[in-house]
C-alpha cells in the first residue's frame, strides 16, 4: 500500500475549514479525491465517510467542552439523520454499477455543492443584515463563548432537515455540516455561530458512522485512501476548531463558496477552460456585490450610530 502524502496533506487543509466552520467535510474532501488523485467517485464518498468517522468526534469534543452544543437539537436530527444516511448507502448501490453509477454520484454532488454554496450565501446576506442592528454589537457572535442560548425545538422539521441530509450524505457524503448548517441557521437563528457550528459536528458523529458502516458492507471502500485522509484530518479538524473563535469567518466563508461551486461545476464535467472563464466571472461579480453591500452597512451603521446628522434618505430608511 503506497501512502500519498500530497493527499494527507489536502486532507489537513480541509479539515481546518471543517474545524472553523463545520462544514466542507465531503463537499471539499470528495471532490479533492476525485479531482485531484482519480479517485472513482464512490470510492472517494466511501472512504472519505469512514475517515470523517474518526474526525468529527475530534472536532466536536473541542467544542463540547466549550459548551457550544444544543444537545436537544443533536437528538432530534440524529432521529432522523442516522437511518436516512445508511439508506442512502443502499439507494446509492441500488443506482447501478460501474461508469452509470459513478455518473450519477457525480451528478449528485454536484447538485449537493450548489445548493451548499447557495446556502453559505444565504448565511452571510442574513450575518450581514444582522450586522446593520443597532445592538449588533452587544450580540455579536463571533467570538461569543459559553453554554447555547435556549430555543423552542420544533421536532417535526428538525427531524426531516436531519432525515434529508442523511440521505444526502450516505449517497454523496456531502452534507453533515454544508446543508444540515445551513438548515440549522434557518430554524434557529438565535444560536450563536459557534453554536451552530458545535451542534452539527456532533449531530455528524452517528450519521457519519451510520453512513461509514454502510459503506464499509456495500460501498467502494479503499485503505489507503483513508489512511491518507486520516492522517492529515485528525490534527486538522482539531487545529481548526481551536481557534475557530478568532477565525475571520467572513473571509473562510466567501473562500469556501468559491471552492463549493468550483467543485460543483467540475462534478457536472465542466471543462478547464469554460471553468476558469466562469470562476473568473463570479468571482469579479461578488467583489462588485461585496463592496456595494459593504458601502451601505458603513452607511447604515453611521445612520445607527448617530441619527441627529444622518442623510434625510438615512433616517427614512
Known amino acids: 500500500m503506497d501512502f500519498d502524502w500530497t493527499m494527507a496533506l489536502g486532507s489537513f487543509l480541509v479539515a481546518i475549514i471543517v474545524g472553523l466552520t463545520g462544514m466542507g467535510g465531503g463537499a471539499l474532501m470528495t471532490p479533492m479525491l476525485v479531482t485531484f488523485f482519480g479517485v472513482s467517485p464512490l470510492a472517494a464518498v466511501s472512504s472519505d465517510l469512514v475517515a470523517a468517522a474518526v474526525m468529527k468526534p475530534v472536532g466536536s469534543a473541542v467544542h463540547y467542552r466549550q459548551g457550544t452544543i444544543d444537545m436537544r437539537l443533536v437528538g432530534w436530527l440524529c432521529a432522523g439523520s442516522v437511518p436516512a444516511a445508511f439508506s442512502g448507502v443502499l439507494l446509492a448501490r441500488a443506482l447501478g454499477h460501474g461508469g452509470e453509477v459513478e455518473d450519477i454520484i457525480s451528478k449528485a454532488m454536484g447538485v449537493a455543492l ?33 453554554k447555547a442560548p435556549k430555543v423552542t425545538v420544533r421536532p417535526v422539521p428538525t427531524v426531516v432537515v436531519g ?26 437563528p438565535a444560536l450563536k455561530a459557534n453554536q451552530l457550528v458545535g451542534t452539527d459536528l456532533l449531530q455528524a458523529v452517528p450519521l457519519v458512522f451510520a453512513a461509514a458502516i454502510g459503506h464499509l458492507l456495500f460501498g467502494d471502500f479503499r485503505m489507503e ?93
Not at 131 to 138: R, V
Not at 170 to 183: E, K, W
Open 163 to 188: 432525515a434529508i441530509g442523511g440521505l444526502v450524505v450516505g449517497i454523496t457524503s456531502v452534507g453533515s455540516g454544508s446543508l444540515i448548517i445551513v438548515a440549522l441557521l434557518a430554524l434557529y
Open 225 to 317: 485512501v483513508t489512511a491518507a485522509l486520516l492522517v492529515g484530518s485528525v490534527p486538522g479538524v482539531y487545529l481548526g476548531s481551536r481557534i475557530s473563535s478568532r477565525a475571520p469567518s467572513g473571509i473562510i466563508r466567501r473562500i469556501l463558496t468559491i471552492v463549493l461551486v468550483a467543485s460543483s461545476l467540475k462534478m457536472f464535467g465542466l471543462g478547464a477552460v469554460p471553468m476558469a472563464w466562469t470562476m473568473t466571472a463570479l468571482i469579479a461579480v461578488s467583489a462588485a456585490v461585496w463592496l456595494v453591500l459593504r458601502h451601505r452597512t458603513a452607511r447604515d451603521l453611521r445612520a445607527a450610530a448617530d441619527p441627529v446628522t444622518a442623510p434625510p434618505d438615512e433616517l427614512v430608511r
Open 114 to 146: 450548489m445548493i451548499a454554496a447557495a446556502g453559505l450565501v444565504f448565511r452571510g446576506y442574513l450575518s450581514r443584515r444582522a450586522s446593520t442592528t443597532p445592538n449588533a454589537k452587544e450580540n455579536s457572535d463571533e467570538k461569543g463563548r459559553g
